[in-house]
Structure formats: structure tokens, C-alpha cells
């Protein structure tokens, strides 16, 4: 099958914030009508023959053969566009900005992990510093944001990841952010006005 006419499956969850990524890259290169969703969770048997670290989003394309992970599926996703709009195929911007996009999933990496921290530990278990030296990734890499935000009026690799980072922030509150990085609070609101995308991808229950 030819790349202009493929269609894909996404293993996905409406919650999951890397999720909410590729579903805003799925939006804003016009892919909506080529990706049919497919619920999963970590406890899925056929998502783990599809990726083994049994992780979301996963993109499986018409040959059954598997893409992962956000990152990975966003390029694939731009060559499938024909488009370089989200990040560039290289040179220095492109490992500039992905070395920020990396900074941006581990604020929800560290976030995910405080989660499952609260999760599957009862409260007498959790280790305090272990969540703190969580909580401190997430301040650090907020302060390199706030000190240095993305163009809010440009959707790119890095101001996707970025509001997905803090709409999970702001959704599981593995910190409360907004007063302590008030220009990020600016940011994500001037980006959401500019990327109808971001609202139009968020999460159920909100
Ligand atoms: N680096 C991966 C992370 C994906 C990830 O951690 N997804 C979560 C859902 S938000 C997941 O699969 N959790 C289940 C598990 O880790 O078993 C990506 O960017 O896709």
C-alpha cells in the first residue's frame, strides 16, 4: 500500500498525556481520516505483541507492523504529510528542539512516576524522597521553560509536548505549577487560543 493512502490503527488512551500528543499531531497535519482509535490500557495483552514494553501510544500500520514511541510516531506522522512542520530532519534546530521535546516528556515521565508512587504504594510505603527527587525534574525542567518559552503562536514538536506536559500537570497535579511558573500559566493559554488542537484533544472528564 502506498504511503499516501495508508491507514493506521492507534493504541490509545484518552487520558494518556503521550497519547494526547500524537493526537494533536494526527490534528494538526490533517490525519484525522487515515488513524482509527483502538483503546488499550497497560494491562493489554495485544498492545504487548504490538510493542513489548506494552507502553501508548503505539501506531500500527496496515502491514501490522508497530511504531512507537510518541516521538517516533510524530515523525513518522510528518513523512507521512510530506511535511517538515513540526520538527526539521536536521541540522541544529532539530537537536535543539529535541533535546526540548525530551525535556518535556520527562516532566510527564516524572510526573507519571509520583503517580504510581501514590498508586501502588500505601501511604506508609512511599518513599518521600524518592517523590521529591521526582518533583525536583519536573521544577527544573519547568524553570527552563519558564525562562525560555517556545513561541506560543507556532505548534512545533517542542510546544506540543510542552502543553501536553502541563495539561498532565494540571490534570493529575503531580505538582501544582501555576504559581510558581506564572509565564508558563501565560504561555499555555496564549498557545491553546493559537492550536485549537490542544483543546480539542483534551482528555474526558475536565
Ligand atoms: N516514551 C513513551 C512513553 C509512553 C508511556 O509511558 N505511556 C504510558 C501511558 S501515558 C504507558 O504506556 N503506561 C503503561 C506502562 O508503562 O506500563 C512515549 O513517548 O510514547
Known amino acids: 500500500m502506498s504511503i ?15 497519547v494526547r500528543k500524537v493526537r494533536m499531531v494526527i490534528d494538526v497535519l490533517h490525519l484525522t481520516d487515515r488513524v482509527t482509535h483502538v483503546g488499550t490500557d497497560a494491562s493489554d ?34 513523512w507521512v504529510a510530506g511535511t517538515e512542520r513540526l520538527l526539521p530532519a536536521s541540522g541544529e534546530q532539530r537537536i535543539a528542539m529535541l533535546s526540548q521535546t525530551r525535556l518535556a516528556d520527562g516532566i510527564i515521565d516524572a510526573g507519571a512516576l509520583i503517580i504510581y508512587e501514590e498508586r501502588y504504594h ?9 517523590l521529591e527527587h521526582q518533583r525536583g525534574k519536573i521544577r527544573r525542567a519547568l ?17 506540543i509536548g510542552l502543553a501536553c506536559a502541563l495539561g498532565f500537570l494540571d490534570r493529575r497535579k503531580a505538582v501544582e505549577w501555576r504559581a510558581a511558573f506564572p509565564g508558563l500559566s501565560l504561555w499555555l493559554s496564549s498557545f491553546a487560543e493559537s492550536e485549537p488542537a490542544f483543546e480539542r484533544t483534551q482528555p474526558p472528564g475536565l
Not at 493504541?11 to 498525556?17: C, G, K, V
Not at 501510544?57 to 496496515?62: H, K
Not at 500505601?122 to 524518592?130: F, G, L, N, T
Not at 524553570?143 to 510546544?159: G, H, I, K, L, Y
Open 4 to 18: 499516501s493512502t495508508e491507514t493506521f490503527i492507534l493504541r490509545s488512551s484518552p487520558t494518556s498525556p503521550f
Open 45 to 78: 495483552l495485544t498492545l504487548r505483541e504490538q510493542n513489548p514494553l506494552g507502553k501508548y501510544p503505539c501506531l500500527v500500520r496496515s502491514d501490522g507492523s508497530a511504531i512507537f514511541d510518541s516521538s517516533v510516531i510524530l515523525e513518522f506522522l510528518q
Open 122 to 130: 500505601d501511604a506508609s510505603m512511599r518513599s518521600q524522597e524518592w
Open 143 to 159: 524553570a527552563v521553560f519558564e525562562a525560555s518559552p517556545p513561541d506560543p503562536r507556532q505548534t512545533d514538536a517542542v510546544s
